[in-house]
């Protein structure tokens, strides 16, 4: 999943496979411009800590239905209030 997210960063329009999050397994299709494998590593990190932040956020968002059930009582400024402090603690 790493791997693709930082293809995708890099080219969104590339046509890709690989196997095992292996990045000497990829295989370009379709006329795809390979992109090369340092490229992708050096946009690795960056791509860590996007999934890191994200999965951080979802954990402390709660499900819908218990956002849902907190707009209802607490009303809806206080739920983007609670989602903006989430998102500036774990920022992308």
Not at 7 to 29: G, L, M, V
């Amino acid at each position: 999943m790493k791997i693709s997210k930082a293809i995708q960063k890099i080219n969104p329009n590339a046509q890709f496979s690989y196997n095992d999050e292996n990045i000497d397994t990829i295989t370009w299709h379709n006329g795809t411009t390979p992109i090369s494998k340092e490229q992708i590593l050096a946009i690795l990190p960056q791509v860590e800590k996007e999934i890191n932040a994200i999965n951080n956020r979802v954990k402390e968002y709660g499900s819908w239905q218990s956002q849902l059930d907190e707009i209802y009582h607490e009303g809806l400024d206080a739920w983007k209030t609670r989602i903006a402090s989430i998102k500036a603690k774990y920022p992308k």
